[in-house]
């Protein structure tokens, strides 16, 4: 079992940054993919980005391209998530996940094949 805290998350102007972490625990995850994905009530859930094993490969949302930046700290067993140029329509609630994936290279967008996620922390963007 894999256990997944977020944290980071607040209220912020259009504009600001937020970095949300998010710690692992009870096994390694150095075998998974990890990121994030966020929801907002009423809505599906939509893939943010996610990172690889090893970090050597990323993946984003079209619509956070250029302005989130994603990592992963496996000593840490921690991702993090930076967010710049934050938009109203950022605001959800975001959740991380951690995805074991077959091969290290591979970041799903698939997000209901997950294998774990945590309770979520919530970002609210005013304009």
């Known amino acids: 079992q894999v256990q997944l805290v977020e944290s980071g998350g607040g209220l912020v102007q259009a504009g600001g940054s937020l970095r949300l972490s998010c710690a692992a625990s009870g096994r390694t995850v150095s075998y998974y993919a990890m990121g994030w994905f966020r929801q907002d009530p009423g809505k599906e859930r939509e893939f943010v980005a996610g990172?690889?094993?090893?970090?050597?490969?990323?993946n984003y949302a079209n619509s956070v391209k250029g302005r989130f930046t994603i990592s992963r700290d496996n000593a840490k067993n921690t991702v993090y998530l930076q967010m710049n140029s934050l938009k109203p329509e950022d605001t959800a609630v975001y959740y991380c996940?951690?995805?074991?994936?077959?091969?290290?290279?591979?970041?799903?967008?698939?997000?209901?094949?997950?294998?774990?996620w945590g309770q979520g922390t919530q970002v609210t963007v005013s304009s």
């Open positions: 990172i690889s094993w090893t970090g050597g490969n990323t």
């Open positions: 996940y951690a995805d074991r994936t077959n091969t290290p290279w591979t970041v799903r967008k698939t997000t209901d094949a997950y294998d774990y």
